[in-house]
Antibody
Framework: EVQLLESGGGLVQPGGSLRLSCAAS????????MSWVRQAPGKGLEWVSG????????YYADSVKGRFTFSRDNSKNTLYLQMNSLRAEDTAVYYC?????????????????WGQGTTVIVSS | DIVLTQSPGTLSLSPGERATLSCRAS???????LAWYQQRPGQAPRLLIH???SRATGIPDRFSGSGSGTDFTLTISRLEPEDFAVYYC?????????FGQGTKLEIK
């Protein structure tokens, strides 16, 4: 069964750091691009970051560029989102999502597998 | 970045009725690279439609997508009780993906 399991969420103070993990199973991780998508309380979905199957290309929304770093270890079937300089507006459920292509592009057919999410709360 | 605007914000209908949801892009989406997702309360999003009009695996045929360029539509032909949820469009025509703000489909 294809599965994604996020972990690492929690309560952190403004300006602090947190590292989220996403463990993948049931498919060959290196064959697919992956994304992080977040949802603030009561709000809509926001695409945060994406990474190609090899990890050589990463992309970020303007709201997190320079503060978040997306990486992957295909040998461990795990993805990571390092979040620094956290702000209150980063408070959200963070979802890991599998793309249907090895790159983030129009070759994709959308994001077909999602984890259940991990909650990040940035508050003093 | 491509901005997606969904309308209406909320749609109130009864089971058995037809739902039409709109998604408009700020610029032409390459290769009709547009997807629709359904999100029920407390759940992760689920892919419904990709390539503007292709149903994802296991999606009932009452769900259909149409459109091209900058204007796209999701249609649910006959609403079932489980269809009342929030729906999002998402573009993947560029490597900087974006979502629309969502349409809440509620029971009238």
């Amino acid at each position: 069964e294809v599965q994604l399991l996020e972990s690492g969420g929690g309560l952190v103070q403004p300006g602090g750091s947190l590292r989220l993990s996403c463990a993948a199973s049931g498919f060959t991780l290196s064959s697919y691009a992956m994304s992080w998508v977040r949802q603030a309380p009561g709000k809509g979905l926001e695409w945060v970051s994406g990474i190609s199957g090899s990890g050589s290309n990463t992309y970020y929304a303007d709201s997190v560029k320079g503060r978040f770093t997306f990486s992957r270890d295909n040998s461990k079937n795990t993805l990571y989102l390092q979040m620094n300089s956290l702000r209150a507006e980063d408070t959200a459920v963070y979802y890991c999502a599998k793309d249907t292509s090895v790159v983030l592009s129009s070759w994709s057919d959308g994001m077909d597998v999602w984890g259940q999410g991990t909650t990040v709360i940035v508050s003093s | 970045d491509i901005v997606l605007t969904q309308s209406p914000g909320t749609l109130s209908l009864s089971p058995g009725e037809r739902a039409t949801l709109s998604c408009r892009a700020s610029q032409t989406i390459t290769s009709n690279s547009l997807a629709w997702y359904q999100q029920r309360p407390g759940q992760a999003p689920r892919l419904l439609i990709h390539g503007a009009s292709s149903r994802a695996t296991g999606i009932p045929d009452r769900f259909s997508g149409s459109g091209s360029g900058t204007d796209f539509t999701l249609t649910i032909s006959r609403l079932e009780p489980e269809d009342f949820a929030v729906y999002y469009c998402q573009q993947y025509g560029t490597s900087l993906y974006t979502f629309g703000q969502g349409t809440k489909l509620e029971i009238k």
